[in-house]
């Protein structure tokens, strides 16, 4: 748990509660660590009030059912995604990445009624991150969040479906909606971008080029199917570059940085009728840096995309689909660690060592 803000995670003995009427209670036996868990825990900006524990990508097995749950039974291997209201004009529509009660439903620290799972000697600890906080032996869920998934496939490696592999592969197919003939730009090459990478090309779409500083990652993304990789460190005019690859702009382009001057050159990447998809938490104060005059006469446009548009309880069964078809190999984005190595992974991320740390249990 994060007992103090910008400091190592400790792991520590708490009590997680039974579950209540629609709640599950879930064993972990694997969860994804996502750039979201960093930024909760240096605690600027974003924050739960500490202690409080994170985790947000889990993957584990029924262990127990509220008294209200028809959908879910002890030993159902699952998938725990981000939590929405069901009722909002935007659940009713299908869209619960845009819930209008988003925020207090995944990121207030605990339940509605400001309850939490977790305690430890009678004291609160804030939890119900993602309502899953899945970075513990077992995690309080509900059915809402909860996503059941075929016993054949290897539950460890399934939690990143539940937000960074969502994020990216559905930004590629919900959002731009790509198909065969429809070329891409991806914006920097972790977990997300490369993520949207194999779901642009799990439909058809090509070509690919990545836009990634790291020569691991760009290696990797080659492997995966990208067409071309450009490294920005080593490229003058990365604009020039892509135009010059694709013949004059890509169809779609996507920034996974959030960095300003890396939107610029995005922006200005697509062809007519272009569209660009944004995925990077910018700095807080940025403006998006785009000429309106430029954007106009080639009819571009910019979209922000939370959780790829998807609703988990259809898209993480898809995305598993094209997987066992061998159409989106994301376990090649994943690397393993002892939860007891947390900290070790999280600084593995971090340093770009690895792209995805799944903590096995
Ligand atoms: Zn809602
Ligand atoms: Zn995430």
Redesign the pocket.
């Known amino acids: 748990m994060v007992r103090n803000y910008k400091s190592p995670l400790s792991i520590e003995t708490v009590n997680v509660d039974i579950p209540r009427s629609t709640e599950v209670r879930v064993r972990m036996v694997g969860t994804g660590i996502c750039h979201t868990d960093m930024v909760f825990r240096e605690g600027d900006g974003f924050a739960l009030p500490a202690p409080c524990v994170l985790g947000h990508e889990g993957a584990g097995v029924v262990e127990s059912v509220g008294a209200a749950v028809t959908e879910l039974i002890p030993g159902d291997h699952v998938v725990l995604s981000f939590h929405?209201?069901?009722?909002?004009?935007?659940?009713?529509k299908k869209l619960?990445a845009y819930?209008?009660?988003?925020g207090p439903l995944n990121y207030s620290g605990g339940r509605n009624d400001s309850s939490s799972p977790i305690s430890q000697g009678g004291q609160k600890i804030s939890a119900a991150f993602f309502n899953q906080s899945s970075f513990a032996t077992y995690a309080i869920a509900d059915q809402r969040n909860t996503v059941r998934v075929p016993k054949d496939v290897p539950l460890e490696i399934l939690g990143p479906l539940g937000c960074g592999v969502q994020t990216g592969a559905g930004a590629a197919i919900n959002s731009l909606r790509l198909a065969p003939g429809d070329s891409l730009a991806i914006f920097g090459g972790g977990g997300v971008g490369l993520s949207a990478l194999l779901g642009a090309l799990a439909v058809g779409a090509g070509p690919v080029i990545v836009i990634e500083p790291n020569e691991t990652r760009g290696k990797l993304a080659l492997e995966l199917g990208a067409a071309h990789v450009i490294n920005p460190m080593l490229t003058g005019d990365v604009l020039a570059e892509i135009k010059r690859l694709s013949g004059g702009g890509v169809t779609h382009a996507l920034d996974t940085t959030g960095l300003p001057s890396v939107v610029a050159v995005a922006a200005e990447s697509m062809t007519f009728n272009g569209t660009l998809g944004l995925l990077g938490v910018p700095p807080v104060e940025a403006s998006l840096p785009m000429n309106m005059f430029s954007m106009l006469v080639r009819g571009a446009g910019a979209k922000y995309i939370v959780e790829g548009d998807a609703d988990p309880q259809i898209f993480i069964p898809q995305m598993i689909d094209l997987y066992k078809k061998g159409r989106f190999p994301f376990d090649r984005l994943i690397t393993k660690f002892p939860f007891e190595e947390i900290n070790q992974a999280m600084h593995a991320a971090e340093s770009g060592a690895v792209i995805k740390p799944v903590l096995i249990f």
């Not at 929405?84 to 009713?92: D, F, G, K, V």
């Not at 819930?99 to 988003?102: K, Q, S």
């Open positions: 929405s209201c069901r009722t909002c004009p935007n659940c009713i619960p819930c209008f009660n988003l």
